[in-house]
């Protein structure tokens, strides 16, 4: 069944949100691994409509990607 899922994030958000659910990770972690700081990290997650939302840019999403899974087992 391919099921779309609606979602008013940015495309890299989306991976990134997807990759923390099913990898169990922190922000902590996902800054480690991008080189970015947690605050910066965290304003990815935020709220799409929040004037503190930030599209994650492509050099993380290609981190994450690159280490980690989207596949859901």
């Known amino acids: 069944m391919d ?4 979602t008013k994030h ?8 997807m990759i923390k659910a099913i ?6 972690d ?5 080189g ?3 605050t910066t990290v965290n304003t990815w997650f935020t709220n799409p409509t929040s004037s503190g ?3 994650a840019p492509d050099d ?7 280490k980690y899974s989207l596949e859901i087992y």
Not at 10 to 17: D, E, L, V
Not at 23 to 28: E, V
């Open 60 to 66: 993380a999403a290609r981190i994450l990607m690159g």
């Open 23 to 28: 990898h169990n990770l922190t922000t902590a």
């Open 36 to 38: 970015k700081k947690p």
């Open 10 to 17: 940015a495309i890299n958000n989306a991976h990134i949100i």
């Open 30 to 34: 996902i800054a480690e691994l991008t």
């Open 53 to 55: 939302y930030r599209r």
């Open 3 to 6: 099921e779309k899922i609606k």
